[in-house]
């Protein structure tokens, strides 16, 4: 198999550490080494969108981090950390389409981004804005995990009592706010299961470059 993917981006390392955690054989392809151009061009009659991260595995291809993630665990794992039944499989991918879109966009391109690179700045005034924004997102999303997903389940995770991938991906997600030193303490479930994940994630990894991912995820 090979994972075309700019691998510094968190998309990549949530299923980077699937792959490595079961030791699953997956050569990388890193976008922000390679020419991504070129990438598309070798995978534009089955991958037309350009859309990464994307994962070759012989004559098949899967787009997107989250079919990717899910086509690895079907085929190679399992469903381990996927859910071991039919309902709660169902749970955790709807948790991960939205950590995938609705969550990730919030803090990535509404919030962070702006912030931190030129490339993604639209405006002094424009920025500000956005990333008023996005901060109000991210707030109306913590609010979710904190009264619906932690207050109102038994569960010590977002699913079920076991760490899933539904919680390495919100986890990984979130962790991207450390470095612009966002206040988590309105919400203390949810950094005690932030805590939580980051220990056992730890626990998991079997890769040095892992546990540098994860050493950023941390809780004030």
């Not at 966009?105 to 500000?128: D, K």
Request: a negative charge; glycine letters at 2%; one cysteine or more.
């Amino acid at each position: 198999m090979i994972l075309y993917a700019s691998m510094s981006g968190d998309e990549a390392k949530v299923i980077q550490f699937y792959l490595e955690t079961f030791k699953i054989a997956c050569s990388y392809r890193d976008l922000d080494k390679d020419d991504q151009e070129k990438a598309k061009e070798d995978l534009v009659s089955q991958n037309p969108v350009g859309i990464f991260p994307c994962l070759q595995d012989s004559d098949t291809i899967i787009f997107g981090v989250v079919p990717v993630l899910l086509y690895i665990a079907e085929e190679y794992a399992n469903f381990t950390m996927c859910g071991s039944t039919i309902e709660s499989r169902c749970k955790i991918e709807r948790v991960l389409m939205w950590a995938a879109s609705s969550l990730s966009r919030s803090v990535y391109h509404n919030f962070t981004a702006p912030r931190l690179f030129e490339s993604h700045s639209i405006g002094e005034f424009q920025n500000m804005s956005l990333v008023t924004h996005g901060k109000e997102e991210i707030i109306e999303h913590f609010d979710v995990i904190e009264k619906v997903y932690l207050t109102n389940s038994k569960n010590a995770y977002l699913v079920n009592n076991e760490l899933s991938m539904a919680d390495v991906y919100v986890a990984t997600t979130i962790s991207a706010l450390e470095s612009l030193f966002f206040d988590f303490s309105s919400w203390p479930l949810l950094c005690k299961w932030f805590e939580r994940v980051k220990t056992d994630m730890t626990k998991t990894a079997h890769d040095n470059k892992l546990k540098t991912m994860l050493n950023r995820v941390r809780v004030l």
